[in-house]
Every structure is written in structure tokens, then in C-alpha cells.
């Protein structure tokens, strides 16, 4: 398969076939992102769409999963979407999900009546990237949205019937703001309930302006078990109603999985374990850590 660029996708994605119907992401501001930042955004045409899925099912005609790539595949019209996943599920007779991510702008810009056709014609999940709940951070990263923006386009994909993947980012506040951070981004999440939370560890890269606030003094990354204290907060003060919650991305320093609210306390007791033992030999090692 012939991609644009490095491709990116969801850690649960990695068994997609990932076809991708956009290039980059339409917004590619936020500060700690540096995936898109090599690519204008743009929608491929209806037959280099075509053209993908064709080389696609060469590839694997009893394709059960695809990931629709780049960024924020979300952000393509609705009737062309819809046409897309009917094509997929025409095309692929074993297929059972189909992925996006979804930037909030772009998902707010959809109607409720447009997400639900999305539903109904095949999308199953969709990955927000919150981040952050806190409406300081968000402005500072310029992700784009409030977090009451950002509860807004949850809800709404909730609402639609769609499986709903959210991601924060642990230290995104720095020092300064990591309590915060926590507690806003609980209080978000806990207001989009989503089926899936993943969390990430803020990695800087070389060439992000959170670099140069590094290096300026002006923002002070967390230590590791700093970061997993923050995110005990985080998990502390969740409300979901059934949420599966996963930090197996390759940034984490403790890769872990529970069931929320059912499997909470022995998610706290791992994490208490670990900070008040200082067992950074169960850390994932500075150099093993990537994005
Ligand atoms: S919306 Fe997502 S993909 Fe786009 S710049 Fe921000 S973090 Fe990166």
C-alpha cells in the first residue's frame, strides 16, 4: 500500500488495514503534535479513494478491520464518508469496524443526523484526541476548542451511537499545572463517558515550541513517577459508567489496563504500588519510549 508520509494510527488499530482518504490533519496546530507537520491537508478524490480500496483488498480481502487515516479523516464531507463505508462493506465482505480519528472542530461541524448516518452506514469508532480538560492547557497547545467544546463533540458522537475513543496526555501541564491538568481532565472525561480511554505520556519533540519552553524555562516536564501520580488523579476522580481505560501506548512508562469503574481501586493500588515503592525498575526505560 502506497501511503503520503508517515502514517500514524490507534495502538488498538494495529490489525487494520489502513487506508488513507486524507492527508495530514486540517487543523495541525496543536504545539505537541509534530505528526502532520510535513503534510498539507487535503481529501483525496473519490477515485484515488477507489484506487486504495482496490489495492486494499488485494492486500487482504477478508480485511475484518480499517482504520481511515490521516489525522482528522472525520473532517471529510459526509456524503463522500458515507459513500466510502459503503464501498468498504460492499467491497469487504468479512469487515466488522471501521475506525477514524476525529478532530473536535470537525466533529461539531457534523450535525447529529449526519454522525448517526455515519453510524448506520458502517463508521464504528471514533478517536478524540481531548488531551487536556483544562481550558488553559487547550489554549496553550492550541488544540482549537474549549473544553466545553470538547465535551460537546463527545457527547455528540456518544450520542450518535458510535464507540467513542478518548486520549489524554499526561504532563501536558507541566509541573505547574499537573493537579490541574488531572483534575479538568477527569471532569471532562467523566461528562463524554467514553467506551475507551487511552492515555499518553507527553513526549517533547526536538522541533516542538514545547522544546523551546523547555529550554527557555518557561515549562517543566514531569519526572516519570510524577507522571504516573498525575495520573493517579486522573483515574481517582473518574466518573464513567463502563469505560475500558489502557495506557499500552509506547510513551507510557507503566503500561496498564482495567475496566472502569469495576477494576478503578486495583488500578489505584497498582499505581500506589508503584509511586510510594519508587519502582522505577518496573518503568519503561527512557530510551524504550516513542511515539
Ligand atoms: S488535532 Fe490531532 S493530529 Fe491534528 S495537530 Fe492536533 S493532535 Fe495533531
Not at 270 to 289: A, G, H, M
Amino acid at each position: 500500500m502506497f501511503y503520503e508520509g508517515t502514517i500514524y494510527r490507534p495502538p488498538s488499530e494495529a490489525k487494520s488495514i489502513i487506508l488513507q482518504i486524507t492527508v495530514g490533519c486540517q487543523h495541525n496546530a496543536c504545539t505537541f503534535c509534530t505528526m502532520y507537520k510535513d503534510k498539507s491537508f487535503r481529501i483525496k478524490s473519490r477515485s484515488e479513494i477507489n484506487d486504495i480500496i482496490t489495492t486494499a483488498l488485494a492486500q487482504d480481502s477478508d480485511a475484518e478491520r480499517i482504520f481511515l487515516a490521516d489525522g482528522d479523516a472525520i473532517a471529510v464531507d459526509s456524503l463522500l464518508l458515507i459513500e466510502v463505508l459503503d464501498r468498504l462493506y460492499a467491497t469487504f465482505p468479512r469487515l466488522k469496524r471501521v475506525g477514524i480519528y476525529g478532530g473536535p472542530k470537525d466533529i461539531l461541524a457534523k450535525s447529529p443526523k449526519e454522525l448517526a448516518a455515519l453510524k448506520a452506514h458502517g463508521l464504528t469508532m471514533v478517536y478524540l484526541g481531548v488531551e487536556s480538560g483544562n481550558g488553559g492547557i487547550l489554549t496553550s497547545v492550541c488544540k482549537g476548542v474549549t473544553p466545553e467544546q470538547m465535551i460537546t463533540a463527545g457527547q455528540k458522537l456518544r450520542e450518535s451511537g458510535l464507540a467513542v475513543s478518548c486520549t489524554v496526555i499526561i504532563g501536558l501541564g507541566g509541573k505547574d499545572l499537573s493537579q490541574e491538568h488531572a483534575l479538568d481532565t477527569a471532569r471532562v472525561i467523566s461528562a463524554i463517558d467514553p467506551h475507551y480511554l487511552g492515555a499518553l505520556t507527553l513526549m517533547v519533540a526536538p522541533s516542538s515550541p514545547l522544546s523551546k519552553a523547555i529550554k527557555g524555562g518557561t515549562f517543566h516536564p514531569l519526572t516519570p513517577l510524577e507522571s504516573l501520580a498525575e495520573l493517579r488523579t486522573l483515574i481517582h476522580e473518574l466518573n464513567v459508567t463502563h469505560c475500558v481505560f489502557r495506557s499500552n501506548h509506547a510513551s507510557n512508562y507503566l503500561p496498564l489496563r482495567a475496566t472502569l469503574p469495576n477494576e478503578q481501586d486495583e488500578l489505584l493500588q497498582t499505581l500506589d504500588n508503584v509511586i510510594e515503592n519508587q519502582s522505577l525498575e518496573r518503568l519503561r526505560p527512557e530510551y524504550w519510549r516513542g511515539l
